[in-house]
C-alpha cells in the first residue's frame, strides 16, 4: 500500500524538534492512535484525494485566485499578491481542513462531529461539512465570542449544529477547546475536528496537511504569473497556526524564502491584554502538546486578549514554535490599532474587506519594508462580514 511521507519535520512521536508529541487522558489513547493510521492511510489513498480534490474543486471553488493588488503594491514599494482564501465557500480557509476531517470521519465510520472555534469561521465550516454529508454536528464557542461573532453563530445554527456557549473563563477560544476536549473525554466515539494545527499528534501535522493546498496552488499560481514558483516572502496571521502552516507548507524546505508570522499583540506585548505568545510564552503543554503558551511561573494558563476573535488564543502550534525557535520563520506581534489600519488601507485600497485575522498579517506591511523587485505574498484567510461590528465601532469612534 503506497505509504504517506510528511515533508514536515516531524517524528514518529509528532515532535518538532522538542515540541509537538500527544498528551492526552488514557480514555483517548485509543481513538488518537486509530486516528493517526486513519490519516495516514486515507492521506496517500488515491480514492479519499480524488474524492476530496473534487469537493475542493466543485463545492469549495478552488483554486482560490493569486491576486496581484495593484495600488496596494504601489502603496508599499513592491510586489505583492493575495492569496484569496477569503473567496472560499464559507469565507475562510477553515473550509479546506473541516471538509477534508469530516471526509476521513466519515470514511472511519464516524457519525458525531464535535469541534470549537472562536471567531466561528472553524465552526461554520464544520457545519457546513456535516450538512454537506449528513452528521451531527456540536461545536463549542466561548460565550464573549457567540457575542461578537453573531452572524457565524447564525449561520451555524441555520445548517443545524448545535452550538455550546461556554461560560468559563474569558469565555474565548482556549475555553471552547477546553470544553470540546471535556466532551470529548465523556462521549469517546465522537470525531473532533480540530480547527488549527494545535493539540495532540496527529492533530497539528493532520491540518498542516489539509490546509496545504494554499501554498501547492500558489507555487502553481506564481510560477503562471511570473515565471518562478518561489516568492521571496510569505505572510500569513498565526494564532494556532492552520493557515500559517498552510501557506508555508511547501516553503517550508525552501531557505529562500522569508516565512513571516503574524501574531496578535492585542494592547501591546508589554500589557497584560495581549495574545503574543511567541513574544511573551514560555514552554508548556496545552491542549495535548509541548509547545509555547502564555502562563504565570508556577505553569497556570494567562487569559489573552485580541480583538480578533480567531487569535485569541494562550498558545500556538507546536510547529510554529519549532520554525520560530530553529529560525525558519520570523514573528512579528501586530497591536489591535495596526490591525485595523492595515484592513482600512486594504479596503480602501483594493476593495476587499479582510477578516479581523487577516489583517494582522497585512499589518506586516507597515512594520516591514521590502524592496521594489521582492514577490512577497500573504494569505488573506478569511473575508470581513463576521467583524463588520468591530470595524463600525472604529470607523465611527
Request: glycine letters at 10%; aromatic letters at 8%; proline letters at 4%.
Given at each position: 500500500?503506497?505509504?504517506?511521507?510528511?515533508?514536515?519535520?516531524?517524528?514518529?512521536?509528532?515532535?518538532?524538534?522538542?515540541?509537538?508529541?500527544?498528551?492526552?487522558?488514557?480514555?483517548?489513547?485509543?481513538?488518537?492512535?486509530?486516528?493517526?493510521?486513519?490519516?495516514?492511510?486515507?492521506?496517500?489513498?488515491?480514492?479519499?484525494?480524488?474524492?476530496?480534490?473534487?469537493?475542493?474543486?466543485?463545492?469549495?471553488?478552488?483554486?482560490?485566485?493569486?491576486?496581484?493588488?495593484?495600488?496596494?503594491?504601489?502603496?508599499?514599494?513592491?510586489?505583492?499578491?493575495?492569496?484569496?482564501?477569503?473567496?472560499?465557500?464559507?469565507?475562510?480557509?477553515?473550509?479546506?481542513?473541516?471538509?477534508?476531517?469530516?471526509?476521513?470521519?466519515?470514511?472511519?465510520?464516524?457519525?458525531?462531529?464535535?469541534?470549537?472555534?472562536?471567531?466561528?469561521?472553524?465552526?461554520?465550516?464544520?457545519?457546513?461539512?456535516?450538512?454537506?454529508?449528513?452528521?451531527?454536528?456540536?461545536?463549542?464557542?466561548?460565550?464573549?465570542?457567540?457575542?461578537?461573532?453573531?452572524?457565524?453563530?447564525?449561520?451555524?445554527?441555520?445548517?443545524?449544529?448545535?452550538?455550546?456557549?461556554?461560560?468559563?473563563?474569558?469565555?474565548?477560544?482556549?475555553?471552547?477547546?477546553?470544553?470540546?476536549?471535556?466532551?470529548?473525554?465523556?462521549?469517546?466515539?465522537?470525531?473532533?475536528?480540530?480547527?488549527?494545527?494545535?493539540?495532540?499528534?496527529?492533530?497539528?501535522?493532520?491540518?498542516?496537511?489539509?490546509?496545504?493546498?494554499?501554498?501547492?496552488?500558489?507555487?502553481?499560481?506564481?510560477?503562471?504569473?511570473?515565471?518562478?514558483?518561489?516568492?521571496?516572502?510569505?505572510?500569513?496571521?498565526?494564532?494556532?497556526?492552520?493557515?500559517?502552516?498552510?501557506?508555508?507548507?511547501?516553503?517550508?524546505?525552501?531557505?529562500?524564502?522569508?516565512?513571516?508570522?503574524?501574531?496578535?499583540?492585542?494592547?501591546?506585548?508589554?500589557?497584560?491584554?495581549?495574545?503574543?505568545?511567541?513574544?511573551?510564552?514560555?514552554?508548556?503543554?496545552?491542549?495535548?502538546?509541548?509547545?509555547?503558551?502564555?502562563?504565570?511561573?508556577?505553569?497556570?494558563?494567562?487569559?489573552p486578549y485580541s480583538i480578533s476573535a480567531g487569535l485569541d488564543y494562550p498558545g500556538v502550534g507546536p510547529l510554529h514554535s519549532y520554525l520560530a525557535s530553529s529560525g525558519r520563520s520570523e514573528?512579528?506581534?501586530?497591536?489591535?490599532?495596526?490591525?485595523?489600519?492595515?484592513?482600512?488601507?486594504?479596503?480602501?485600497?483594493?476593495?476587499?474587506?479582510?477578516?479581523?485575522?487577516?489583517?494582522?498579517?497585512?499589518?506586516?506591511?507597515?512594520?516591514?519594508?521590502?524592496?521594489?523587485?521582492?514577490?512577497?505574498?500573504?494569505?488573506?484567510?478569511?473575508?470581513?462580514?463576521?467583524?463588520?461590528?468591530?470595524?463600525?465601532?472604529?470607523?465611527?469612534?
Amino acid at each position: 500500500m503506497k505509504q504517506f511521507h510528511s515533508i514536515l519535520p516531524v517524528d514518529d512521536e509528532g515532535y518538532y524538534g522538542h515540541f509537538g508529541g500527544a498528551y492526552i487522558p488514557e480514555i483517548l489513547h485509543g481513538n488518537i492512535e486509530r486516528l493517526r493510521e486513519a490519516f495516514y492511510r486515507y492521506a496517500a489513498d488515491n480514492d479519499f484525494n480524488r474524492e476530496l480534490d473534487t469537493l475542493l474543486r466543485d463545492y469549495v471553488g478552488r483554486p482560490s485566485p493569486l491576486y496581484r493588488a495593484d495600488r496596494l503594491s504601489a502603496h508599499y514599494g513592491t510586489n505583492i499578491y493575495l492569496k484569496r482564501e477569503d473567496l472560499n465557500h464559507t469565507g475562510a480557509h477553515k473550509i479546506n481542513n473541516a471538509l477534508a476531517s469530516v471526509l476521513l470521519a466519515k470514511r472511519m465510520g464516524k457519525t458525531r462531529i464535535i469541534a470549537e472555534t472562536g471567531a466561528g469561521q472553524h465552526g461554520v465550516a464544520t457545519a457546513t461539512a456535516c450538512a454537506l454529508m449528513g452528521m451531527e454536528c456540536i461545536v463549542f464557542m466561548g460565550a464573549t465570542d457567540v457575542a461578537r461573532q453573531k452572524p457565524n453563530v447564525d449561520r451555524m445554527l441555520m445548517l443545524g449544529a448545535r452550538v455550546e456557549s461556554v461560560q468559563s473563563g474569558n469565555r474565548t477560544l482556549k475555553d471552547a477547546t477546553n470544553e470540546a476536549i471535556r466532551y470529548w473525554c465523556c462521549n469517546p466515539d465522537s470525531f473532533y475536528v480540530i480547527g488549527s494545527t494545535v493539540g495532540p499528534h496527529p492533530y497539528p501535522e493532520m491540518v498542516a496537511y489539509f490546509q496545504s493546498v494554499i501554498s501547492r496552488e500558489i507555487r502553481a499560481q506564481l510560477l503562471s504569473q511570473t515565471g518562478s514558483e518561489l516568492p521571496d516572502c510569505v505572510i500569513a496571521c498565526i494564532g494556532g497556526g492552520s493557515n500559517a502552516a498552510g501557506a508555508f507548507y511547501h516553503f517550508i524546505n525552501e531557505p529562500s524564502v522569508r516565512l513571516i508570522a503574524a501574531e496578535a499583540a492585542g494592547l501591546g506585548v508589554d500589557t497584560d491584554m495581549t495574545a503574543a505568545t511567541m513574544q511573551v510564552g514560555s514552554e508548556g503543554i496545552i491542549h495535548g502538546s509541548r509547545t509555547m503558551v502564555m502562563q504565570t511561573d508556577d505553569g497556570q494558563i494567562i487569559e489573552p486578549y485580541s480583538i480578533s476573535a480567531g487569535l485569541d488564543y494562550p498558545g500556538v502550534g507546536p510547529l510554529h514554535s519549532y520554525l520560530a525557535s530553529s529560525g525558519r520563520s520570523e514573528v512579528v506581534a501586530i497591536t489591535d490599532s495596526q490591525a485595523l489600519d492595515a484592513a482600512m488601507r486594504l479596503t480602501r485600497t483594493e476593495g476587499i474587506i479582510p477578516a479581523l485575522e487577516s489583517s494582522h498579517a497585512l499589518g506586516v506591511l507597515d512594520i516591514m519594508r521590502f524592496s521594489p523587485d521582492d514577490t512577497v505574498v500573504l494569505n488573506l484567510s478569511g473575508r470581513g462580514d463576521k467583524d463588520m461590528q468591530t470595524y463600525m465601532k472604529f470607523i465611527n469612534s
